[in-house]
Protein backbone atom coordinates (compact mmCIF):
# COMPACT_ATOMS: atom_id res chain seq x y z
CA UNK A 1 0.00 0.00 0.00
CA UNK A 2 2.95 2.23 0.98
CA UNK A 3 4.40 1.26 -2.59
CA UNK A 4 1.35 2.22 -4.40
CA UNK A 5 0.88 5.17 -2.45
CA UNK A 6 4.85 6.79 -3.53
CA UNK A 7 4.77 4.82 -6.94
CA UNK A 8 1.12 4.94 -8.40
CA UNK A 9 1.17 1.31 -9.80
CA UNK A 10 1.43 -2.25 -8.48
CA UNK A 11 2.91 -5.24 -9.56
CA UNK A 12 0.51 -8.19 -8.76
CA UNK A 13 2.65 -10.72 -9.70
CA UNK A 14 5.68 -9.98 -7.33
CA UNK A 15 3.00 -9.43 -4.42
CA UNK A 16 1.64 -12.73 -4.55
CA UNK A 17 5.08 -13.96 -4.14
CA UNK A 18 6.30 -11.73 -2.00
CA UNK A 19 2.83 -12.64 0.49
CA UNK A 20 4.11 -16.34 -0.06
CA UNK A 21 7.63 -16.08 0.57
CA UNK A 22 6.34 -13.87 4.01
CA UNK A 23 3.64 -16.92 4.91
CA UNK A 24 6.44 -19.13 4.42
CA UNK A 25 8.98 -17.15 6.74
CA UNK A 26 6.36 -16.85 9.05
CA UNK A 27 5.16 -20.51 9.48
CA UNK A 28 9.04 -21.41 9.62
CA UNK A 29 9.65 -19.38 12.23
CA UNK A 30 6.73 -20.65 14.53
CA UNK A 31 7.54 -24.25 13.81
CA UNK A 32 11.28 -24.11 14.82
CA UNK A 33 9.94 -22.47 17.69
CA UNK A 34 7.64 -25.11 18.68
CA UNK A 35 11.05 -27.45 18.10
CA UNK A 36 13.07 -25.18 20.23
CA UNK A 37 10.65 -24.90 23.28
CA UNK A 38 10.61 -28.91 22.82
CA UNK A 39 14.01 -29.23 23.33
CA UNK A 40 14.28 -27.03 26.32
CA UNK A 41 11.28 -28.62 27.54
CA UNK A 42 9.75 -25.10 27.61
CA UNK A 43 6.66 -26.31 26.48
CA UNK A 44 6.44 -29.55 28.41
CA UNK A 45 6.34 -27.23 31.33
CA UNK A 46 3.87 -24.89 29.96
CA UNK A 47 0.98 -26.38 32.17
CA UNK A 48 -1.64 -22.87 31.23
CA UNK A 49 -1.76 -23.63 27.57
CA UNK A 50 -3.82 -22.01 25.38
CA UNK A 51 -4.65 -20.78 21.43
CA UNK A 52 -2.46 -17.80 22.02
CA UNK A 53 0.68 -19.28 23.88
CA UNK A 54 2.56 -22.59 24.95
CA UNK A 55 2.96 -23.56 21.05
CA UNK A 56 0.86 -25.84 18.96
CA UNK A 57 1.27 -28.71 21.31
CA UNK A 58 1.92 -30.85 18.25
CA UNK A 59 4.82 -32.41 19.92
CA UNK A 60 3.39 -32.93 23.40
CA UNK A 61 0.23 -34.67 22.08
CA UNK A 62 2.04 -37.15 19.89
CA UNK A 63 0.38 -35.67 16.47
CA UNK A 64 4.71 -34.99 15.28
CA UNK A 65 7.79 -36.20 16.17
CA UNK A 66 10.17 -33.78 17.00
CA UNK A 67 12.35 -34.63 13.95
CA UNK A 68 9.75 -34.33 11.54
CA UNK A 69 9.09 -30.60 13.49
CA UNK A 70 12.48 -29.94 12.74
CA UNK A 71 12.64 -30.57 9.10
CA UNK A 72 9.57 -29.11 8.38
CA UNK A 73 11.05 -25.80 10.03
CA UNK A 74 13.35 -26.49 7.58
CA UNK A 75 11.44 -26.64 4.20
CA UNK A 76 9.27 -23.72 5.16
CA UNK A 77 12.61 -21.63 5.59
CA UNK A 78 13.75 -22.92 2.33
CA UNK A 79 10.90 -22.25 0.31
CA UNK A 80 11.32 -18.66 1.96
CA UNK A 81 14.67 -18.22 1.19
CA UNK A 82 14.22 -19.66 -2.67
CA UNK A 83 11.32 -16.82 -3.20
CA UNK A 84 13.54 -14.53 -2.08
CA UNK A 85 16.54 -15.80 -3.92
CA UNK A 86 14.03 -15.67 -6.99
CA UNK A 87 12.77 -12.25 -6.28
CA UNK A 88 16.67 -11.04 -5.91
CA UNK A 89 16.72 -12.69 -9.41
CA UNK A 90 14.04 -10.91 -10.98
CA UNK A 91 15.26 -7.37 -9.67
CA UNK A 92 18.87 -7.66 -10.25
CA UNK A 93 19.71 -10.44 -12.47
CA UNK A 94 21.35 -12.90 -10.23
CA UNK A 95 20.09 -14.67 -6.97
CA UNK A 96 23.22 -13.52 -4.40
CA UNK A 97 23.79 -9.84 -5.93
CA UNK A 98 24.23 -7.48 -3.19
CA UNK A 99 21.14 -5.59 -2.70
CA UNK A 100 18.82 -4.62 -0.10
CA UNK A 101 16.25 -7.29 -0.55
CA UNK A 102 19.06 -9.70 0.22
CA UNK A 103 20.09 -8.47 2.94
CA UNK A 104 16.19 -7.77 4.28
CA UNK A 105 16.43 -11.63 3.33
CA UNK A 106 18.80 -12.68 5.71
CA UNK A 107 18.03 -10.42 8.82
CA UNK A 108 14.36 -11.96 8.14
CA UNK A 109 15.26 -15.41 7.84
CA UNK A 110 18.14 -14.78 10.75
CA UNK A 111 15.66 -13.78 13.60
CA UNK A 112 13.33 -16.48 12.73
CA UNK A 113 15.86 -19.04 13.39
CA UNK A 114 17.54 -17.71 16.09
CA UNK A 115 14.66 -16.28 18.00
CA UNK A 116 14.61 -19.88 19.89
CA UNK A 117 17.46 -21.71 18.05
CA UNK A 118 20.79 -22.15 19.26
CA UNK A 119 23.00 -21.54 20.06
CA UNK A 120 21.51 -17.28 20.58
CA UNK A 121 18.14 -18.21 21.83
CA UNK A 122 17.15 -14.29 21.71
CA UNK A 123 13.80 -15.36 23.44
CA UNK A 124 15.58 -16.78 26.29
CA UNK A 125 17.62 -13.56 26.90
CA UNK A 126 14.84 -11.09 26.56
CA UNK A 127 15.46 -10.18 23.46
CA UNK A 128 12.58 -12.12 21.75
CA UNK A 129 9.76 -9.45 21.61
CA UNK A 130 12.37 -7.41 19.39
CA UNK A 131 12.76 -9.43 17.38
CA UNK A 132 9.52 -10.15 16.77
CA UNK A 133 8.83 -6.44 16.23
CA UNK A 134 11.43 -6.25 13.88
CA UNK A 135 10.62 -9.17 11.64
CA UNK A 136 6.81 -8.38 11.40
CA UNK A 137 7.39 -5.18 10.64
CA UNK A 138 10.55 -2.94 9.81
CA UNK A 139 11.68 -6.07 8.03
CA UNK A 140 8.64 -8.26 6.16
CA UNK A 141 7.53 -4.03 5.56
CA UNK A 142 10.63 -2.91 3.83
CA UNK A 143 11.06 -6.16 1.75
CA UNK A 144 7.51 -5.64 0.15
CA UNK A 145 7.99 -2.06 -0.47
CA UNK A 146 11.47 -2.39 -2.23
CA UNK A 147 10.72 -5.59 -4.15
CA UNK A 148 7.19 -3.26 -5.71
CA UNK A 149 9.28 -0.33 -6.62
CA UNK A 150 12.35 -1.70 -7.48
CA UNK A 151 10.09 -3.70 -9.59
CA UNK A 152 8.08 -0.92 -11.30
CA UNK A 153 10.77 1.88 -10.91
CA UNK A 154 14.14 0.15 -11.50
CA UNK A 155 16.35 3.09 -11.98
CA UNK A 156 14.92 4.96 -9.12
CA UNK A 157 16.50 5.79 -5.65
CA UNK A 158 14.95 3.57 -3.08
CA UNK A 159 12.76 5.64 -1.07
CA UNK A 160 12.23 3.82 2.08
CA UNK A 161 11.35 6.16 5.01
CA UNK A 162 7.67 6.32 4.76
CA UNK A 163 6.92 2.52 4.77
CA UNK A 164 9.41 2.61 7.67
CA UNK A 165 7.55 4.68 9.91
CA UNK A 166 4.62 3.94 8.70
CA UNK A 167 5.60 -0.17 10.01
CA UNK A 168 6.23 1.05 13.37
CA UNK A 169 2.26 0.60 14.71
CA UNK A 170 2.14 -2.47 13.24
CA UNK A 171 5.73 -3.79 15.07
CA UNK A 172 4.81 -2.39 18.95
CA UNK A 173 1.34 -4.21 18.30
CA UNK A 174 2.46 -7.33 17.13
CA UNK A 175 4.93 -7.25 19.68
CA UNK A 176 2.88 -7.18 22.31
CA UNK A 177 0.65 -9.97 21.37
CA UNK A 178 4.09 -12.13 22.40
CA UNK A 179 4.59 -9.96 25.70
CA UNK A 180 0.32 -10.44 26.88
CA UNK A 181 1.07 -14.15 25.56
CA UNK A 182 3.67 -14.00 28.08
CA UNK A 183 1.82 -13.38 30.98
CA UNK A 184 -0.06 -17.46 30.98
CA UNK A 185 3.49 -18.33 30.24
CA UNK A 186 5.49 -17.07 32.82
CA UNK A 187 5.45 -19.77 35.05
CA UNK A 188 6.75 -22.25 32.65
CA UNK A 189 9.36 -19.74 31.12
CA UNK A 190 10.79 -18.88 34.62
CA UNK A 191 11.05 -22.62 35.22
CA UNK A 192 13.51 -23.60 32.50
CA UNK A 193 15.13 -19.82 32.58
CA UNK A 194 13.67 -18.02 29.78
CA UNK A 195 13.65 -14.49 30.66
CA UNK A 196 11.26 -12.93 28.83
CA UNK A 197 10.82 -9.27 30.19
CA UNK A 198 7.40 -10.74 31.52
CA UNK A 199 9.30 -12.55 33.72
CA UNK A 200 12.00 -10.01 34.04
CA UNK A 201 9.30 -7.83 35.24
CA UNK A 202 6.97 -9.70 37.08
CA UNK A 203 9.74 -11.87 38.65
CA UNK A 204 8.58 -11.78 42.58
CA UNK A 205 9.07 -13.19 45.79
CA UNK A 206 6.36 -16.36 45.49
CA UNK A 207 3.49 -14.42 43.50
CA UNK A 208 4.38 -12.74 39.95
CA UNK A 209 4.03 -9.38 40.27
CA UNK A 210 1.76 -8.17 37.09
CA UNK A 211 1.70 -5.00 37.91
CA UNK A 212 4.71 -4.11 36.20
CA UNK A 213 4.36 -5.64 33.01
CA UNK A 214 0.92 -4.65 32.41
CA UNK A 215 1.71 -0.89 32.84
CA UNK A 216 4.46 -1.50 29.88
CA UNK A 217 1.49 -3.06 27.98
CA UNK A 218 -0.63 0.06 28.53
CA UNK A 219 1.76 2.37 28.26
CA UNK A 220 3.07 0.92 24.60
CA UNK A 221 -0.79 0.99 23.72
CA UNK A 222 -1.23 4.48 24.22
CA UNK A 223 2.33 5.39 22.27
CA UNK A 224 0.82 3.71 19.50
CA UNK A 225 -2.36 5.76 18.59
CA UNK A 226 0.02 8.88 19.48
CA UNK A 227 2.34 7.54 16.79
CA UNK A 228 -0.48 7.34 14.52
CA UNK A 229 -1.71 10.86 15.21
CA UNK A 230 1.44 12.26 14.70
CA UNK A 231 1.52 9.87 11.45
CA UNK A 232 -1.26 11.96 10.17
CA UNK A 233 -0.24 15.06 11.15
CA UNK A 234 2.92 14.67 8.85
CA UNK A 235 0.84 13.61 6.23
CA UNK A 236 -1.01 16.66 6.42
CA UNK A 237 1.80 18.64 6.49
CA UNK A 238 3.54 16.95 3.71
CA UNK A 239 1.75 14.78 1.47
CA UNK A 240 4.43 12.89 -0.37
CA UNK A 241 5.70 11.60 2.77
CA UNK A 242 2.27 10.38 4.61
CA UNK A 243 -1.24 11.23 4.09
CA UNK A 244 -3.83 12.07 6.47
CA UNK A 245 -6.08 9.35 6.14
CA UNK A 246 -3.98 7.06 8.06
CA UNK A 247 -5.99 8.59 11.51
CA UNK A 248 -8.83 6.14 10.57
CA UNK A 249 -6.41 3.23 11.75
CA UNK A 250 -6.92 5.22 15.76
CA UNK A 251 -10.76 3.14 15.29
CA UNK A 252 -9.26 0.21 17.62
CA UNK A 253 -8.18 2.17 20.08
CA UNK A 254 -11.51 0.92 21.31
CA UNK A 255 -10.58 -2.27 21.31
CA UNK A 256 -7.44 -1.25 23.17
CA UNK A 257 -9.13 0.35 25.69
CA UNK A 258 -11.37 -2.43 26.42
CA UNK A 259 -8.47 -4.31 26.72
CA UNK A 260 -6.78 -2.23 28.80
CA UNK A 261 -10.15 -2.01 30.90
CA UNK A 262 -10.42 -5.97 31.61
CA UNK A 263 -6.51 -6.16 32.18
CA UNK A 264 -6.86 -3.96 35.02
CA UNK A 265 -10.17 -6.25 36.25
CA UNK A 266 -7.85 -8.98 36.27
CA UNK A 267 -4.82 -7.41 37.90
CA UNK A 268 -7.60 -6.95 40.69
CA UNK A 269 -8.52 -10.23 40.93
CA UNK A 270 -4.70 -11.64 40.36
CA UNK A 271 -3.46 -9.21 43.67
CA UNK A 272 -7.01 -10.56 46.07
CA UNK A 273 -5.13 -12.64 48.65
CA UNK A 274 -7.82 -15.15 48.13
CA UNK A 275 -7.15 -15.44 44.26
CA UNK A 276 -7.28 -18.38 42.80
CA UNK A 277 -4.30 -18.42 40.95
CA UNK A 278 -4.30 -21.49 39.01
CA UNK A 279 -7.67 -19.93 36.95
CA UNK A 280 -6.94 -16.84 36.66
CA UNK A 281 -3.93 -16.76 33.88
CA UNK A 282 -7.25 -18.52 31.67
CA UNK A 283 -9.47 -15.20 32.39
CA UNK A 284 -6.68 -13.10 30.82
CA UNK A 285 -7.74 -14.68 27.75
CA UNK A 286 -10.18 -12.31 26.20
CA UNK A 287 -7.19 -9.59 26.87
CA UNK A 288 -4.84 -11.52 24.38
CA UNK A 289 -8.05 -11.67 21.67
CA UNK A 290 -8.29 -7.94 22.09
CA UNK A 291 -4.67 -7.44 21.34
CA UNK A 292 -4.58 -9.56 18.28
CA UNK A 293 -7.70 -7.67 17.18
CA UNK A 294 -5.92 -4.37 17.74
CA UNK A 295 -3.39 -5.06 15.60
CA UNK A 296 -5.13 -6.95 13.15
CA UNK A 297 -6.88 -4.11 12.61
CA UNK A 298 -4.66 -1.25 13.03
CA UNK A 299 -2.89 -3.00 10.29
CA UNK A 300 -5.75 -3.15 7.88
CA UNK A 301 -6.59 0.37 8.33
CA UNK A 302 -2.94 1.92 7.97
CA UNK A 303 -2.90 -0.08 4.56
CA UNK A 304 -6.76 1.46 3.32
CA UNK A 305 -5.19 4.47 4.92
CA UNK A 306 -2.08 4.61 2.32
CA UNK A 307 -4.55 3.50 -0.31
CA UNK A 308 -6.93 6.50 -0.01
CA UNK A 309 -4.17 8.77 0.17
CA UNK A 310 -2.67 7.43 -3.02
CA UNK A 311 -6.35 7.93 -4.99
CA UNK A 312 -7.13 11.26 -3.25
Known sequence: AVAYFNIGSFDWRMFWLTLLGAILAHAGTNVANDYSDHVTRNDEANKLFSPFNGGSRMIQAGLMSPAKVFILSLILFAGAVYIGLYLNTQLHGAPFELSPLLWLGVAGVALGIFYSGGPLRLSYRGFGDLCVMLGFGPVMALGAHYVQT???TPTADW???????????VAILVGLILFVNGFQDYKADREVGKR???VRTAEGNDIAEYSRPFAIYRALLYLTFIYIVALGVAGAVNVDFSTPWVVIALIPFLLARKAI??????LNKWAESDADRQQLPYELLPVNVFTIGTHFSVGLLLTLGFWIGSIV
Not at 159 to 169: D, I, K, M, W
Not at 261 to 266: F, L, P
Open 150 to 152: QAL
Open 159 to 169: NYLTVLVASVP
Open 196 to 198: TWI
Open 261 to 266: SMGEEW
